[in-house]
Every structure is written in structure tokens, then in C-alpha cells.
């Protein structure tokens, strides 16, 4: 790997985290807030809004990122650079998926190891749960858009795999 490519990893890594993160937290926010008025509290669009902004930006996001989503695509990420230099033509594919499933993995293993209850309430709900994985996903196809081909595994003419 070139010395020049470290500083394009780093950037597509926390660019994914932040989506996924950001992702993550917009999802729970709606479902918590159905969750509300589903028991007849009235939630009105605004309420909506500056619930949403305050998760993202004070809330929730900061300890969702950190405790589930940083180690969860550092794990998913790193598996999947490996598979990914047998099948580089396949990298996004391979991201993508290793996002999903990192996310998929990672909150309740999280949930479990917290001494809260559960530190994502909202994943109680398989279908929040899911949607919260998409946050995987779009994590790793913007992982590999910003790292590109240069700086990811890719073969060369013999069949071996080089990095830039």
C-alpha cells in the first residue's frame, strides 16, 4: 500500500462510520417515537425534527457510534478487505454485505454486554433492527467509493494481488 493511500482509508472509514451512525440514530428516533404514539402521546413533526437533530448531533449518536458502530465495521471492514482480494472485482458487494452484517451483529452483542438493559432499546424490534443495518450497508458502499480502486486489493495480470 502506498503511503498515500492510508490518509484515503481513513477518510472513507470515518465517512462510513458517520453514515452508519447517522443512519442508525434516525432510525431509532422514529421508532421511539412511534413507540410513543402508539400510546397516544401526539408527536407532532417539529417535536419529530428536533428530536431527530438532537439524537444526531447530542444524543444518542455519539454512543452508538463509539460502543456499536466504530468496532462493528472495523471488524466487518477489516473480514472483508481479506475476502475482497480474491474477489476484488467484488469489493463493494463484499463491503456492503460486511457492513450489513457487522450492524447485524454488532448491536446485539453490544445490548448484550451493556450493563444497561439494552443500550438500543429500538432494536428490540426486528424490523428497526434491519432498517438500522441499511446504515451497514450505505456504510460500505461509501467506504469503498471514497477508499477507490487504488487503494483497495486488486489483482495484477499473473493472478496475484498487490496493494498500490
Not at 36 to 45: D, F, K, N, Q, R
Not at 138 to 156: N, Y
Amino acid at each position: 500500500m502506498r503511503h498515500s493511500t492510508l490518509p484515503r482509508l481513513i477518510l472513507a472509514f470515518i465517512a462510513a462510520v458517520v453514515i452508519a451512525t447517522v443512519w442508525g440514530s434516525i432510525v431509532q428516533t422514529q421508532f421511539n417515537l412511534n413507540a410513543l404514539a402508539g400510546i397516544g402521546v401526539e408527536i407532532s413533526l417539529g417535536v419529530r425534527i428536533s428530536t431527530t437533530l438532537s439524537d444526531i448531533f447530542t444524543g444518542f449518536s455519539l454512543t452508538y457510534g463509539g460502543y456499536v458502530i466504530l468496532p462493528s465495521l472495523l471488524c466487518a471492514f477489516v473480514a472483508a478487505w481479506f475476502i475482497s482480494r480474491s474477489q476484488p472485482e467484488h469489493a463493494i458487494l463484499w463491503f456492503a454485505a460486511a457492513g450489513t452484517a457487522g450492524v447485524l451483529l454488532g448491536n446485539p452483542i453490544v445490548n448484550y454486554l451493556s450493563p444497561l438493559a439494552l443500550l438500543v432499546g429500538a432494536t428490540r424490534d426486528t424490523l428497526c433492527l434491519l432498517l438500522m443495518a441499511l446504515g451497514g450497508t450505505l456504510a460500505g458502499i461509501v467506504f469503498v467509493s471514497i477508499a477507490r480502486r487504488d487503494a483497495l486489493p486488486h489483482r495484477v495480470s499473473s493472478g496475484q494481488h498487490v496493494m498500490n
